[in-house]
């Protein structure tokens, strides 16, 4: 009986110990698996975010890609523009060749007469280091003939030969420094043709600059005459506008919309400036070297059709069409030139259905290549 109540004792005091195991075990597994589903979460949000951000990535490749292609289409349009623009510039370098050959002879007059004058200055010098090694050998005459003077006293003259030899010392000296007047004599009157030279480019360099800048005031006089008569011949259309040098006509008065097309509205207006600029044009001299540019420019809402993949294909095919009608009624084509700009050069940022209007243009304006 006593060895069955203390076996009865020890079963119930190992109980709490088993529970307090069991329990603990139990935390235990339940924050291994609290810590399992946590990083499981982190992972998987860590995953999501590299996921999002690589279709980011794509779709900036996809941006830079179909960027990269409009500036291709850009850079073969700025070569044709750049060819366009170096035959303008071989036509005048051609223009100035009669001047510039003349600027360039009188230069080389100017080089050589400065390889003279160099040339005599050398020659001066050396003829200066000369006279002053027959100066420096007659001061040592002298000083030899004053040590010997007291021992020559008494005689009353000096031998032949050392006098002779006196004598030709000095006319050697007198001829060199009458050389070396002759030298700078020279050299003066050179540095008088280089002086005359040089006013003699300066004038004609002020000439040249006269000459341009009545060649820019003689354009501008009939530029304005232009835009004054043009300005009187479309007063009826209260779109067009004037900004600076040139006259801002809407699309609209000429194409459909995405056409590129001259309309029969935009064909009376376009005779009326051929004729307006074929009477112009019988004014101007022939060496004013002026040119009509016709500029496109369209909205910021874009376009992909089989004929316009873009709005830089649109507004230079209306730029084209201007210019190809205009060429069609006489205006010579050398006088004319296209350009498209698409929707990169607004004149109003605003996005309302007004704006958009007043970018969607075309512009003319009269210069010079």
Known sequence: ?????????SQINAWPGYVDALSALLMLVIFMLMIYMVSQLYLSQTLSDRDSELANLNQRLNEISRLLMLEEQRSEQLAAELTSLRSAYQQSLS?????????????????????????????????????????RA?????????????SLREEQQLSASQQDFIIELTQRIDALQEQLKQIS????????????????????????????????????RYQSEFFR???????????????????LLPSELFFASGAAEVGPEGRAELDKLAELLLEIAATIPEDIDWVLQIEG?????????????SNWELST?????????????????????????????????????????????????LTNR
Not at 111 to 129: D, F, H, P, V, W
Not at 333 to 357: K, M, N, V, Y
């Open 317 to 365: 095919a209306r730029a084209v069409s201007v210019v190809r009608y205009l060429a069609s009624q006489g205006v010579p084509e050398q006088r004319l030139a296209a350009a498209g700009f698409g929707e990169f050069s607004p004149i109003d940022t605003g996005t309302s259905a007004e704006a958009l209007q007043r970018n969607r243009r075309i512009e003319i304006k």
């Open 297 to 309: 420019h369209t909205d910021r809402i874009p376009i992909n059709t089989p004929a316009f993949p």
């Open 185 to 220: 004599a020279a050299l003066q009157l050179q540095e008088t043709l280089v002086a005359e030279r040089d006013a003699e480019i300066a004038g004609l360099g002020q000439r040249l600059n006269r000459l341009l800048a009545e060649r820019v005031n003689e354009l501008e």
């Open 229 to 247: 008569r043009l300005r009187g011949l479309l007063e009826d259309n209260d779109n067009i506008r004037v900004v600076g040098d040139r006259f």
């Open 95 to 135: 223009r100035e060749e009669a001047m510039q050959q003349a600027l360039d002879s009188l230069l080389g007059d100017l080089s050589e007469s400065e390889e003279a004058r160099q040339i005599i200055s050398a020659r001066a010098t050396n003829l200066e280091e000369q006279i002053e090694q027959e100066r």
């Open 138 to 150: 007659f001061a040592h005459i002298q000083s030899v003939l004053a040590d010997q003077e007291s």
């Open 1 to 9: 009986m006593l060895g069955s109540g203390r076996r009865q004792r």
